[in-house]
């Protein structure tokens, strides 16, 4: 989940900016002068920093030249009622990415901090119609003359979404798991200017954005990432061989809207969960913490019932005699745990594994209260287990 | 003579010729055509064009609101007067006087192709800077979006007067005396270094509306107090303008940047008002005034 930062001498201010970032579904910590903002950039990693011109002790600027000099290369919304030319062309140098005048409107401020995180970029150059790309530079002036961007390492984002629709990113963002990062694009232009940018692991391509032949920008997306999976975003017509048409075009998968809760999981599994949800290393097995609503936890039991027979079998294969199963916080309520613990208990047995249990202590009441897995061994860290093992 | 030499002779003749009301700009020569051409097919397109034609061509939109408005001055509450306004108190009589008065004046058309395209752009960045700012006000529903394309129009009616006496000047070096010309980038130089004495000097004796005054001041900036002024609809317009290579003459491009970005949130102009605004700017104007 992203994590943004508030810098402003103002409380209200401060307030305000917080109320809108959480509301967006986002972290957020305060500061309220740039000595403060630095000391809290010191300490953790923030996604986004929104900060103030005037403030006492040190000023915005100040505190964007010293985050820049140190190499800190977090995007910056300047929010502020400075609007003195020299003071923003100063601050677009040191490389902040969009800027809003106080009094502002909460819509754009969320719009601006959307378009920051989604990776649309911001700032004028991105958005001006031209025949060059950037816009072209006017009489006199040297192309490139633009504020300077981050030239750094390749970031690497889970999930690519392109489609006109806004609410469709909304709606995607929200049924895609939280642990997996998503970009945003309702245009061709800005998809490609971020697939030049950022490593994708999934793209999925609406095949309705006016005026845009969709099957020509996936394969231009996919000269700029080789090793992605397309995916069309489709409505479901008549066609008798929609998903087979879409699939000789390119696409190795189709996501069909309206698509529901379900159906995004379902599809996601395919391409995340073996890597991420259940993981192993030697012999000892790891499960994704569980994040979201009450009622997909029904979901998230079942899909790791689906996954551990693979991995069972793999961790066998490679002859180790007992698996320790780390399930680090796992939610307790009900009897899923106790079931799936049975269950995983039973195949780990019939391919010659005995099992140990690493997790938290509440694990452990759970073990006991159950006829079923009160003989399965328990333990609080990794480290007792493996010497309990030895 | 130096750039600066003659920027400041120049502007000496100008001021003195705009204050003893002698100031006479010729029309450009495809404003001249149109007018011709209106003028042929009757009455009736000379008032259905009138306020085309006019919408093209800076001074004589100049002309038009002196004649038409004379000392009849809209103050800051007031809605400022566009062309329409204009044509309208003008009349169809009064409007074909104009036209007929804007093509007895023979242009003289600079023999330095860089010249004659550096003008040529400079008309054009006056109606896309029209454009735009009519266009910005529009998309944020404001009401005085003609009175933007208006003083957007109008924003930098010092730099036609000013080339008017340069080609004068160049006619009677090249042809009288036979002697070389200077070149073009001092040309706009001099230019740049005198249009906005000039713009004043002239908005102030002609008494244009209080809009447009505002936008001949030297180194304009937002109004804060006003987000949708014509003002402020202006210098985002003049800045896209610059941004999107319809301009002639040196840029700050980190400027530029700086009064686009603090634009889009003063006036409100999200991503997508922008690229309709911007899309095709170039590919419209060019050409007009070939």
Redesign the interface.
Known sequence: MATILTVDDSRAVRTIVSKQVKDLGFEVDEAEDGVLGLAKLAECQFDLVILDVTMPNMDGPTMLGKMRDSGNTTPVIMLT?E?K??I??GA??SGIT????KP??PE?LR?KIL?VLQG?G??????????MPG????????AG???ARDPGAKQFVDVMVVDDMENVHKRLRGMVPAHLSMNGFTSAQSALASAREKVYRVILVDTEIPDVNSTVLAQQIKVLQPHAAFVALALRTTAPEQTKDLKSQGFSEVLYKPFTQDHVDDFMVQYFDNQDFLTSEDNLLKVAPFVGKPERLERYFGRLSQLFPAVLNKVAAACYEEIILDLGSVPTQGDRLPKLLVSVAGQAKEVGMSMSVVGAPDIQKVLASFEETKNIKYFASIQEARAGAA | MSSDKLATELKSILLKRIQSDQLVVPTIPSVVQKVQEALREGDQTVAKRAAEILEQDAFLAARALRAALGSTKASSGQKQPTLSDAVTKLGPRGVKGLLIEATAQKVFVSRDGEIANALRRTWEHSVAVGTLARDVLALSGHADSDAAYLAGLLHDIGKPVVASVLLEAERQTTELYNRPWIPCAEWVEVIAKTHRAVGVALAEKWQLPEGVVKCLQENLDYDNADRTSIVNAVVFANALAKKTGVYVGTVDADDIDAIVMIGRSLIGVNDEILRTLTKGLKDRVDGMFD
């Open positions: 009622s609007s030319r020299s923003i062309a677009m140098k969009d800027y809003i005048l502002f409107k754009e719009n378009s649309a911001g700032g004028a150059e991105d958005v001006v119609a031209s025949s816009g072209a530079p006017a009489a006199g002036v040297a003359a633009s504020p």
